[in-house]
Protein backbone atom coordinates (compact mmCIF):
# COMPACT_ATOMS: atom_id res chain seq x y z
CA UNK A 1 0.00 0.00 0.00
CA UNK A 2 1.19 3.93 -1.21
CA UNK A 3 1.90 6.00 1.58
CA UNK A 4 2.72 9.56 2.20
CA UNK A 5 3.02 11.45 5.52
CA UNK A 6 4.35 14.68 5.36
CA UNK A 7 5.77 16.28 8.69
CA UNK A 8 7.46 19.60 9.46
CA UNK A 9 4.78 22.22 9.66
CA UNK A 10 4.63 24.76 12.26
CA UNK A 11 4.00 28.51 13.09
CA UNK A 12 7.01 30.64 11.93
CA UNK A 13 7.65 34.16 11.67
CA UNK A 14 7.92 36.15 8.26
CA UNK A 15 11.13 35.79 7.16
CA UNK A 16 11.82 32.38 8.36
CA UNK A 17 12.49 29.25 7.50
CA UNK A 18 10.98 25.47 8.22
CA UNK A 19 11.35 22.06 6.37
CA UNK A 20 9.09 20.30 5.04
CA UNK A 21 9.63 15.79 5.03
CA UNK A 22 7.46 12.94 3.38
CA UNK A 23 8.40 9.43 4.03
CA UNK A 24 7.13 7.46 1.16
CA UNK A 25 6.24 3.42 1.24
CA UNK A 26 5.06 1.29 -0.91
CA UNK A 27 6.45 1.99 -3.87
CA UNK A 28 10.16 2.13 -5.57
CA UNK A 29 10.74 5.47 -4.49
CA UNK A 30 13.68 6.10 -6.56
CA UNK A 31 11.29 5.30 -9.50
CA UNK A 32 8.88 8.48 -9.52
CA UNK A 33 8.95 11.84 -9.52
CA UNK A 34 7.46 13.57 -6.66
CA UNK A 35 5.46 16.86 -6.31
CA UNK A 36 4.69 19.59 -3.89
CA UNK A 37 1.23 20.98 -3.99
CA UNK A 38 -0.05 23.53 -1.61
CA UNK A 39 -3.25 25.15 -0.46
CA UNK A 40 -4.09 28.02 1.53
CA UNK A 41 -7.39 27.86 3.88
CA UNK A 42 -9.89 28.26 1.99
CA UNK A 43 -8.30 28.55 -1.66
CA UNK A 44 -7.58 25.92 -4.42
CA UNK A 45 -4.29 23.85 -5.32
CA UNK A 46 -1.23 25.46 -6.07
CA UNK A 47 1.48 23.53 -7.80
CA UNK A 48 4.87 24.65 -6.12
CA UNK A 49 7.67 22.04 -7.38
CA UNK A 50 8.57 18.61 -8.69
CA UNK A 51 11.41 16.81 -8.61
CA UNK A 52 12.57 13.59 -10.60
CA UNK A 53 13.35 10.14 -9.12
CA UNK A 54 16.84 10.42 -9.40
CA UNK A 55 16.44 14.27 -8.21
CA UNK A 56 18.52 15.70 -10.96
CA UNK A 57 16.19 17.67 -12.42
CA UNK A 58 13.89 20.23 -10.04
CA UNK A 59 11.21 22.61 -11.09
CA UNK A 60 9.50 25.41 -8.99
CA UNK A 61 6.72 27.70 -9.12
CA UNK A 62 7.48 31.26 -9.82
CA UNK A 63 5.90 32.32 -6.88
CA UNK A 64 8.90 30.36 -4.68
CA UNK A 65 11.66 30.16 -6.65
CA UNK A 66 15.01 31.31 -5.17
CA UNK A 67 13.15 30.60 -1.74
CA UNK A 68 12.54 26.99 -1.47
CA UNK A 69 14.76 24.28 -2.18
CA UNK A 70 13.05 20.32 -3.47
CA UNK A 71 15.44 17.22 -2.22
CA UNK A 72 15.14 14.15 -1.89
CA UNK A 73 17.05 10.83 -0.02
CA UNK A 74 16.08 7.77 -1.46
CA UNK A 75 18.24 5.83 1.38
CA UNK A 76 15.51 7.20 3.22
CA UNK A 77 12.80 7.41 0.76
CA UNK A 78 11.78 10.89 1.89
CA UNK A 79 11.21 14.18 0.08
CA UNK A 80 12.14 17.50 1.48
CA UNK A 81 11.20 21.14 1.12
CA UNK A 82 13.17 23.83 2.58
CA UNK A 83 11.66 26.98 2.47
CA UNK A 84 13.41 30.22 3.25
CA UNK A 85 12.41 33.62 3.44
CA UNK A 86 8.79 32.49 4.37
CA UNK A 87 6.43 35.31 3.65
CA UNK A 88 2.41 35.30 4.87
CA UNK A 89 1.08 34.23 1.88
CA UNK A 90 2.98 30.84 1.58
CA UNK A 91 0.66 30.00 5.08
CA UNK A 92 -0.92 26.66 3.35
CA UNK A 93 -1.55 22.89 3.82
CA UNK A 94 1.53 21.41 1.97
CA UNK A 95 0.81 18.00 0.18
CA UNK A 96 3.61 15.57 -1.04
CA UNK A 97 1.98 13.81 -4.17
CA UNK A 98 3.37 10.62 -5.99
CA UNK A 99 3.56 11.71 -9.66
CA UNK A 100 1.90 8.63 -12.05
CA UNK A 101 3.06 10.41 -14.87
CA UNK A 102 4.26 14.31 -16.03
CA UNK A 103 2.00 16.55 -13.94
CA UNK A 104 -0.48 13.78 -12.65
CA UNK A 105 -0.14 12.39 -9.04
CA UNK A 106 -2.38 9.23 -8.00
CA UNK A 107 -1.39 9.27 -4.45
CA UNK A 108 -1.12 12.06 -1.92
CA UNK A 109 -0.18 12.55 1.56
CA UNK A 110 -2.45 14.02 4.30
CA UNK A 111 -1.30 17.32 4.23
CA UNK A 112 1.41 19.72 6.62
CA UNK A 113 0.08 22.81 7.62
CA UNK A 114 2.90 25.79 7.68
CA UNK A 115 1.39 28.99 8.88
CA UNK A 116 3.37 31.97 8.28
CA UNK A 117 2.75 35.08 11.24
CA UNK A 118 4.60 37.06 13.44
CA UNK B 1 -6.40 34.19 -12.85
CA UNK B 2 -5.77 30.74 -13.75
CA UNK B 3 -5.05 29.63 -16.91
CA UNK B 4 -7.66 26.73 -16.46
CA UNK B 5 -11.31 28.04 -15.96
CA UNK B 6 -13.68 26.52 -14.22
CA UNK B 7 -16.90 27.33 -12.56
CA UNK B 8 -17.08 28.18 -8.94
CA UNK B 9 -20.09 25.65 -7.73
CA UNK B 10 -22.42 23.49 -9.73
CA UNK B 11 -25.05 21.61 -8.53
CA UNK B 12 -27.69 18.52 -8.91
CA UNK B 13 -29.86 16.39 -7.38
CA UNK B 14 -29.08 12.89 -6.69
CA UNK B 15 -29.70 10.70 -9.42
CA UNK B 16 -29.22 13.51 -12.14
CA UNK B 17 -25.98 14.14 -14.08
CA UNK B 18 -23.54 17.23 -13.51
CA UNK B 19 -20.96 17.98 -15.85
CA UNK B 20 -18.04 20.22 -14.79
CA UNK B 21 -16.12 22.16 -17.62
CA UNK B 22 -12.55 23.32 -17.43
CA UNK B 23 -11.34 25.10 -20.30
CA UNK B 24 -7.68 26.60 -20.99
CA UNK B 25 -7.43 30.20 -21.67
CA UNK B 26 -3.76 30.37 -22.24
CA UNK B 27 -1.54 29.78 -25.50
CA UNK B 28 0.75 28.35 -22.81
CA UNK B 29 -0.74 24.87 -22.23
CA UNK B 30 1.58 22.05 -23.12
CA UNK B 31 -1.04 19.11 -23.87
CA UNK B 32 -4.48 19.34 -24.24
CA UNK B 33 -4.40 15.73 -24.43
CA UNK B 34 -3.16 15.90 -20.41
CA UNK B 35 -5.84 17.12 -18.74
CA UNK B 36 -6.64 15.75 -14.84
CA UNK B 37 -9.46 15.91 -12.71
CA UNK B 38 -9.38 15.85 -8.81
CA UNK B 39 -11.82 14.94 -6.24
CA UNK B 40 -11.08 16.57 -2.92
CA UNK B 41 -13.69 16.29 0.11
CA UNK B 42 -13.25 18.86 2.88
CA UNK B 43 -10.24 18.17 5.01
CA UNK B 44 -9.04 15.54 2.95
CA UNK B 45 -6.30 14.85 0.47
CA UNK B 46 -7.45 15.50 -3.45
CA UNK B 47 -7.85 12.23 -5.10
CA UNK B 48 -7.08 11.22 -8.92
CA UNK B 49 -10.19 10.70 -10.31
CA UNK B 50 -9.28 11.14 -14.80
CA UNK B 51 -5.94 11.18 -15.83
CA UNK B 52 -5.01 11.85 -19.89
CA UNK B 53 -8.72 13.56 -20.51
CA UNK B 54 -10.77 10.15 -20.54
CA UNK B 55 -8.90 7.18 -17.84
CA UNK B 56 -10.09 6.05 -14.92
CA UNK B 57 -7.64 4.92 -12.54
CA UNK B 58 -8.88 1.59 -10.73
CA UNK B 59 -11.09 1.54 -7.88
CA UNK B 60 -12.67 5.26 -9.49
CA UNK B 61 -16.16 4.54 -10.25
CA UNK B 62 -17.63 4.63 -13.73
CA UNK B 63 -20.06 7.11 -12.85
CA UNK B 64 -16.96 9.50 -13.61
CA UNK B 65 -15.99 10.03 -16.81
CA UNK B 66 -14.31 12.82 -19.22
CA UNK B 67 -14.09 14.32 -22.00
CA UNK B 68 -12.38 17.29 -24.51
CA UNK B 69 -13.96 19.43 -26.79
CA UNK B 70 -11.72 22.05 -28.47
CA UNK B 71 -9.59 23.78 -25.25
CA UNK B 72 -12.33 22.71 -22.61
CA UNK B 73 -12.08 19.47 -20.60
CA UNK B 74 -15.26 18.24 -19.02
CA UNK B 75 -16.13 16.04 -15.77
CA UNK B 76 -19.24 14.39 -16.17
CA UNK B 77 -20.76 12.49 -12.91
CA UNK B 78 -23.78 10.31 -13.44
CA UNK B 79 -26.21 8.98 -10.96
CA UNK B 80 -25.03 11.60 -8.37
CA UNK B 81 -24.90 10.58 -4.72
CA UNK B 82 -24.49 12.31 -1.55
CA UNK B 83 -20.83 11.29 -1.13
CA UNK B 84 -20.25 13.34 -4.57
CA UNK B 85 -20.19 16.50 -2.76
CA UNK B 86 -16.83 17.83 -2.75
CA UNK B 87 -15.06 20.03 -4.77
CA UNK B 88 -13.27 19.33 -8.20
CA UNK B 89 -10.09 20.23 -9.19
CA UNK B 90 -8.54 20.04 -13.52
CA UNK B 91 -5.30 20.40 -14.03
CA UNK B 92 -2.56 20.31 -16.76
CA UNK B 93 0.62 21.88 -17.25
CA UNK B 94 2.44 24.74 -19.28
CA UNK B 95 5.68 24.32 -20.61
CA UNK B 96 7.20 25.51 -17.21
CA UNK B 97 4.79 24.51 -14.61
CA UNK B 98 1.98 22.28 -13.41
CA UNK B 99 -1.49 24.61 -13.57
CA UNK B 100 -5.29 23.81 -11.76
CA UNK B 101 -8.32 25.23 -12.54
CA UNK B 102 -9.77 27.42 -9.62
CA UNK B 103 -11.95 24.78 -8.09
CA UNK B 104 -15.61 23.71 -8.59
CA UNK B 105 -17.43 23.21 -5.27
CA UNK B 106 -20.24 20.36 -6.13
CA UNK B 107 -23.39 20.88 -4.39
CA UNK B 108 -25.92 17.19 -4.22
CA UNK B 109 -29.34 19.02 -3.34
Known amino acids: EVQLLESGGGLVQPGGSLRLSCVAS????????MTWVRQAPGKGLEWVSA????????YYADSVKGRFTTSRESSKNTLYLQMNSLRAEDSAIYYC???????????WGQGTLVTVSS | QSALAQPASVSGSPGQSVTISCTGT?????????FTWYQQHPGKAPKLLIY???NRPSGVSSRFSGSMSGNTASLTISGLQAEDEADYYC?????????FGGGTKLTVL
Open chain 1, 97 to 107: AKNMNTAKYDY
Open chain 1, 26 to 33: GFPFSNFA
Open chain 1, 51 to 58: IDGSGVSI
Open chain 2, 26 to 34: SSDIGDYNS
Open chain 2, 52 to 54: DVT
Open chain 2, 91 to 99: SSYTFSSVV
